[in-house]
């Protein structure tokens, strides 16, 4: 008796199973196929993500993600998608590390006893009121391109503070907020 109730239960799962595997097979993948049309449209997606990777890296100081040889040449639709993929990840990523300088805490509360975000008057300028020596040395390519720290993003100005900070100036150019935020 036990003997066959153990054979119907296989025989059972067996079924089951094999049912299963069916159903999987008929079922499309909608995820890897790609038409003849969606190249040109994965290229573009391919190519924003790169830029908005490549955008944060920049902010942050680090060096920018590498385009690898066959990134340039190989056009397959499977390969393409991957590396849509890869690069949107890559770029949600960096994105996610923008919105939070390491010291990030630090850098709100030296701003909350310093100027406005977009202070424009000199000498100091922005939120972390940084002179023109100060810009020149730790955002020089944000100096070029935006202007003084009061045109620049909250963010692009903590991340310039945090390059600083990293170059071993520590919380030393702001003494008396730094104290008064216990940083020193």
């Given amino acids: 008796m036990q003997l066959t109730r153990t054979r119907v239960l296989l025989l059972a799962s067996v079924v089951a199973l094999s049912t299963l595997f069916a159903l999987a097979l008929t079922v499309p993948a909608a995820t890897t196929s790609v038409d003849a049309q969606s190249g ?8 924003e993500d790169r830029a908005k990777t490549w955008r944060w890296q920049r902010v942050m ?5 590498k385009v690898r040889p066959r990134e340039r040449r ?38 909350r006893y310093e100027g406005a975000w977009n202070d424009p008057n000199a000498p100091y300028y922005g939120g972390l009121q940084m002179d023109l020596s100060f810009q020149r040395t730790y955002g020089r ?40 935020c216990g940083l020193i």
């Fill in 40 to 47: 040109p449209r994965l290229l573009q997606q391919i190519r």
């Fill in 61 to 65: 100081g680090r060096p920018r993600t």
């Fill in 74 to 111: 190989d056009r397959s639709p499977a390969y393409l998608l991957r590396l849509r993929d890869r690069w949107n990840a890559r770029a949600l990523r960096a994105s996610k590390r923008g919105h939070r300088p390491p010291h990030l805490r630090a850098w709100r509360c030296i701003h």
């Fill in 141 to 180: 390519r944000l100096l070029r391109s935006k202007g003084t720290a009061d045109n620049w993003t909250p963010l692009e100005q903590m991340w310039v503070a945090e390059k600083a900070h990293r170059a071993g100036r520590g919380f030393y150019p702001w003494p008396t907020t730094a104290r008064l």
